[in-house]
């Protein structure tokens, strides 16, 4: 319908169907993973990595919103809490986040996300799990609103990261699973202050409430 009516949103093209703006997009999404059993107990080693990119053109400047990346969570990066990681560099202004610290539902049109996870096998039908997560979100074109926001050569400068470790309950029907993790790379941070190791103290509430992210969820995270 695109080629047919010759939409071009930037040219001031819109066109619509039945008088809806439709969307035109390329998205490739890439899901990598390896797991390696360590010995007869049971224990493994398991890695992923996710790949992504969406381009809107023609008929559209953005993704649909349905069709545009995530990241944070029990699934993803488990040091922040679900959808508020990114995209890029943006930091939300404080009267945005009513003093969480954190915006949700924060959308891109790329993805890069790596995980690795040492799973030992404890007693009965308990697991345990340490682990590492690190990736970020980013947009195709820069946003005024959301600065820091776009793709760019320093992308390995914008990327989160965070540790932790958690407990799977394999009830063989279905597996419980419990994760604690916190963050160690915060991208919305001004350059030279996104490590945040030193900052670790586990004393103190405050850290712990600003830090500490508990997920509890169904099944492995990959």
Known sequence: MGIITGADTLAGKVRTILGTPFNQYVKLDND???????????????????????????????????????????????????????????????AQTSGTQYLADQSGDIRIEANLEYRPKLFSIVEGAVFADAGNIWLMRGNPLQPGSAFGKDFIKQMAADVGVGLRFNLTVLVLRTDLAFPVIKPSLPAGQRIVINQIDFRSAEWRGRNLIFNLAIGYPF
């Open 32 to 94: 990598l993973r390896f797991y390696h059993r360590l010995g007869p107990a049971g224990s493994k080693i398991a890695a992923r990595l996710l790949v992504g990119a969406g381009i809107p053109y023609g008929n559209s400047t953005v993704m649909p919103y349905s069709q545009q990346f995530f990241i944070g969570g029990a699934n993803s990066l488990r040091g922040f809490s679900a959808r508020s990681l990114g995209p890029g560099a943006f930091n939300p202004a404080p």
